[in-house]
């Protein structure tokens, strides 16, 4: 299907589901790459980029692309053999990338015109940053009067007038600055405060009580009896309560009276219009002003955030295209000088899914590609309006027709409609066509009674699909779910999920089948149906290795190592399949054992009673040596002991993703504790692993599902509930603000009214995108559950979907019950050494429980002296305070000053100058060597000159020193065979004494 034309160009293509959107893209890439003047290229593709959203969707056009090229050439194509080859060979060239990752090779090209050095480091989390920030924020306040006063007008504000009982607004206000920050990062604007004109929100709304109060006075009679109570409680209370909750009848034009009572009089109806003039202006600054306060501090917090992260050259993924919109809009750089300093030139673009592009993606791109079509080169965008479900991070589906309309008017444009659909049997395609056709869509929009909304009409224009001739079969079954109340509904709704998957396990591998969920609540109930029926499952559930059974053991064994005395923990590990495959034990010993307990002394006292052996062959060695251990040396020689890969093959993957975790983590958490108390809080997207066995029933959400397809779809939730964003973004010229939402509110200003009804309508397109995305996912066969309510209210995808669509088609058995599967090859076990003799020189085993103080002592003086690096040419208390500041963020709530002391006595020690003050030469903390015996190392300082090769190595006394000799001994070996010409020298400074000695290493 080729799509090419005329360069340049931009070819826009609109992709239903299922109608071969990589297809087109790959098809293009290899017209482009096919044509003369790429071919007189020495690398062909280095000038063509394409820009997905997602690694998979990268690597399946990567993919795509090969296997053209792989296709022809075997036929005997002379080009493409050679393009195969060319590729192969300069593989770096072949950009077929995220956007994100292409928006960081920007910013890693131009990190100094942005103000960043060139090791800046992108980390993914700032939850850790902003609370410290926070922190330090309230902090300043016991000495900052003008940051008092942003406190205390929040609480004012939060006990007043949002009226909060809670006793610590810190969780929300935490909370709120999170999801400012990610805001301002999506739309790449900063926040600012509506402008409150004259008085307070608390003054108006006690001028509103006193002219209601004195409406009150003059009602006649035949006034309605609960509108005249309401105003008597008002007035009897002097209390107007929240807006949201006020009568309906305070949103009458005229004073609500009987028929054929007496009138009101003049100045009631006067009063009557000036009271609904200041619910208005009431409502108004109520939703436009709301967030105000907490705008102010997350503005303050942001200050104190800016100065930490520039300090620890940390930049964070939600920054990324903010940081690269400065390029141009600052005029930071110009199009010839990033392509100079990313080393490339682009003269062809390809996006994918371009409905999900974001404004700020957009302007990020859009001057890379007009001087790419002023200079010949080409645009291609592909993608599907009704699939756009990204709108809540930035995504707007209306740049895909704007783009065409509004950008590049001197081009030439053409549209494709891709109108065959490749994935779904007929059945589906139909069904799925009758369900967001124009008039079933109007009549399911005229139930809403809210509007016609023109726009999610227009959204599904373009929805009709053919059916492939060959794919004539197909099944769609809807069943209703009534039920009274949630837990009768889910009973319902699990009896059929779990009877449908029985019938289909006659027809289908579990792997064909695919069940999908909007939440992540219902993906877990899901997951756990599956579980306790004996089926198979991979979820995001059964995918965390957060939650992988093996992974659980080894995190309560290591919780027991940090606490002793957790009884918990220690029999959570011993009945557990690592401790018992290991032991010899069987579970109905141990169980007996933990029976016998009376809470005389601990498990583990106890077990070591019992099962000497097994403590001393297995417990011990850890027990001894927690805390003196590099835990990821710790958990490697932890898994050896225990033999887990080897008896536990299937969860490699999991155990894999564990030990990547305590390695990427070694540098922030500093202590096993530390890192446990990541593991047990980290995101989940943080903890997923990609890899589970083939044949098992896959639970999703609707989200991750998007691009995937499945031969049998289960929808167990299907609904419909819009529900606009009670904290809507606006943009207001170059800045944002924050709307408070909500539909009783907006009942008294035509302004609000018109905000949340074009709210309503965007959020009722995501509905329906969301509905369309779930709905087109599945090859064969799609089942729904249509539960009768959401919650409370009535769900509406029970208008969206007829009775007479309640099932189409017929069931029928495919010839290959593993059609379409892909193969997966078995990786034998890992093999891991283990670390605990190897390193057992760094302590002694009653050590590690008699000087935990020590221990963390000496901790904190190596973390000190690693943040100093050469101090020649400045004052030794200026180049330690700038370490003790640095070292704060790694113990917080520390008292520094007594290290503070200790450290600058050795800094000013002369005998020790020539450690810290080098005149001609480098120095190197931390620094990572390879001993002769293959492990690695690191040394506490390295200090290179001309003339000689220093190693320090800290030590917090002379316990143990003969180990100490040894281990620098062996540092001296290894640094000689990297430095042969120059003398080596290792020295043990002890910081008790603060003294050095030197290590005599014989040669």
């Known amino acids: 299907m080729p799509l090419s034309g005329n360069i340049p160009q931009i070819e826009i293509v609109e992709a239903s589901a299922g109608s071969g959107k990589t297809y087109a893209l790959a098809q293009k890439y290899l017209d482009l790459l096919t044509s003369p003047k790429q071919q007189a290229s020495d690398i062909p593709f280095k000038n063509i980029l394409a820009i997905t959203f997602t690694n998979a969707a990268a690597l399946e056009m990567k993919s795509r692309i090969l296997a053209f090229l792989k296709e022809r050439a075997l036929k005997g194509d002379r080009q493409a053999e050679k393009l195969l080859e060319s590729i192969f060979r300069n593989y770096n060239f072949f950009a077929v990338r995220t956007i994100d990752s292409f928006i960081k090779s920007l910013l890693a090209g131009c990190a100094f015109p942005l103000g960043l050095t060139s090791g800046f480091e992108i980390r ?106 309401a105003v008597a409680k008002i007035a009897q209370k002097n209390d107007l309560p929240p807006l949201g909750s006020l009568s309906t009848y305070f949103t009458y034009e005229e004073i609500p009276i009987k028929k054929g009572s007496e009138k009101c009089s003049a100045g009631a109806e006067k009063l009557w219009e000036t009271i609904k003039q200041k619910l208005k202006e009431l409502a108004e600054i109520e939703s436009l002003t709301f967030f105000n306060p907490y705008v102010d501090i997350f503005a303050a917090i942001m200050k104190s955030f800016q100065e930490i992260a520039r300090r620890d050259e940390a930049v964070f993924l939600a920054q990324l295209n903010t940081l690269a919109n400065r390029l141009f809009a600052e005029e930071l750089i110009t199009v010839p000088e990033l392509y100079l300093r990313i080393a490339t030139t682009l003269h062809h673009y390809l996006l994918d899914e371009f409905q999900d592009t974001s404004p700020l993606q957009w302007d990020n791109l859009f001057p890379l590609i007009k001087e790419a079509l002023d200079s010949g080169g080409s645009l291609f965008y592909v993608g599907d309006k009704k699939q756009a479900i990204y709108r809540f991070r930035g995504g707007d589906p209306t740049l895909f027709n704007r783009v065409k309309t509004d950008y590049f008017p001197k081009q030439t444009k053409t549209t494709t409609i891709l109108e065959n659909n490749y994935r779904s049997e007929k059945a589906i395609v139909e069904w799925n066509n009758e369900v967001f056709s124009p008039a079933n869509l109007a009549r399911f929009i005229s139930t809403l009674d809210k509007g016609d909304f023109p726009e999610a009409l227009a959204n599904f224009a373009n929805s009709t699909q053919k059916p492939l001739p060959d794919k004539a079969a197909g099944y769609v079954k809807v069943t209703p779910i009534d039920g009274i109340d949630k837990d009768e509904r889910e009973l319902k709704s699990k009896e059929n999920l779990l009877a449908a998957i029985k019938e289909l396990s006659g027809r289908f591998d579990y792997g064909q089948i695919a069940i999908l969920a909007r939440e992540n609540d219902n993906v877990e109930l899901a997951t756990e149906w599956l579980l306790e029926a004996g089926i198979p499952v991979a979820s995001d559930k059964t995918l965390s290795v957060r939650a992988n059974p093996a992974v659980k053991e080894l995190v309560s064994f290591l919780k027991f190592l940090i606490s002793p005395i957790d009884d918990l923990s220690f029999a959570s590990f011993i009945l557990g399949e690592i401790f018992q495959k290991a032991a010899g034990l069987k579970r109905t010993e141990i169980e007996s054992f933990l029976l016998e307990q009376k809470k005389t002394d601990y498990y583990y006292r106890a077990f070591r009673e019992k099962f000497p052996q097994v403590w001393t062959d297995l417990i011990n060695p850890f027990f001894q040596s927690v805390g003196f251990i590099p835990f990821y040396e710790f958990i490697i020689s932890l898994l050896k002991t225990f033999n887990v890969p080897a008896n536990f093959p299937q969860r490699q993957a999991f155990l894999m993703k564990f030990i990547e975790l305590v390695k990427e983590k070694e540098k922030d958490a500093v202590s096993l504790e530390a890192f446990i108390e990541y593991f047990e809080e980290a995101a989940e997207t943080e903890l997923y692993v990609f890899a589970t066995e083939v044949n098992a029933v896959k639970v999703e959400t609707i989200h991750r599902a998007k691009g995937l397809d499945f031969g049998v779809v289960i929808l167990p939730f299907l609904g419909i509930e819009v529900s606009p964003n009670p904290e809507l973004i606006a943009q207001n010229d170059d800045k944002l603000s924050v709307i408070k939402l909500n539909k009783d509110v907006a009942r008294f200003s035509a302004e609000l009214d018109n905000i949340y009804l074009e709210e309503y309508q965007r959020t009722l397109i995501d509905e329906l995108n969301n509905i369309y995305v779930a709905l087109t996912r599945a090859k064969h066969e799609l089942y729904i559950f249509l539960p009768n309510k959401i919650g409370n209210s009535k769900n509406l995808a029970g208008d969206l979907i007829p009775e007479t669509l309640y099932e189409r088609g017929n069931q029928v058995k495919y010839k290959a019950k593993d059609a379409g599967q892909e193969k997966h090859l078995s990786i034998s076990p890992s093999s891991y050494t283990d670390w605990l003799p190897l390193l057992k020189n760094e302590f002694l085993e009653e050590y590690s429980v008699k000087h935990r103080e020590l221990i963390v002592k000496g901790d904190i003086f190596h973390k000190i002296f690693s943040l100093i690096g050469n101090t020649a040419g400045t004052e030794p208390g200026a ?35 020539r450690f810290f003050f080098i005149e001609n030469g480098s120095v190197y903390q931390e620094k990572e060597i390879v001993l002769t015996s293959g492990e690695t190392e690191r040394l506490d300082r390295l200090i290179v000159t001309p003339n000689e090769i220093l190693i320090v190595d800290y030590k917090s006394s002379r316990d143990f020193a003969e180990a100490h000799q040894q281990q620098v001994g062996n540092y001296i070996a290894a640094v000689k065979n990297i430095f042969p010409e120059r003398p080596v020298k290792g020295f043990l400074l002890y910081l008790d004494s603060a003294t050095a000695e030197e290590v005599l290493c014989p040669e």
Not at 190 to 215: D, M, P, Y
Not at 884 to 906: N, S
């Open 124 to 229: 993914d989390d700032s939850s850790d940053y902003l609370a410290y920030s926070f922190d330090a924020l309230i902090d300043r306040a016991a000495e900052e009067s003008g940051t008092k006063k942003l406190f205390t007008d929040f609480l004012d504000h939060y006990l007043i007038v949002a009226k909060k009982n809670s006793w610590s607004p810190k969780k929300d206000l935490c909370e709120a600055a999170q999801d400012l920050f990610n805001k301002s990062n999506t739309f790449g604007r900063g926040f600012a405060r509506r402008a409150l004109a004259g008085k307070t929100f608390t003054e108006r709304k006690a001028e509103l009580e006193k002219l209601v109060a004195k409406l009150g006075e003059m009602l006649p009679a035949g006034t309605h009896s609960r509108f005249a109570d």
């Open 879 to 913: 180049a330690l305070d700038q370490a003790i500041e640095q070292a704060k963020y790694f113990y917080p709530g520390v008292d520094l000053a007594e290290y503070r002391a200790a450290v600058l006595k050795i800094l000013n020690n002369k005998k020790l100058k």
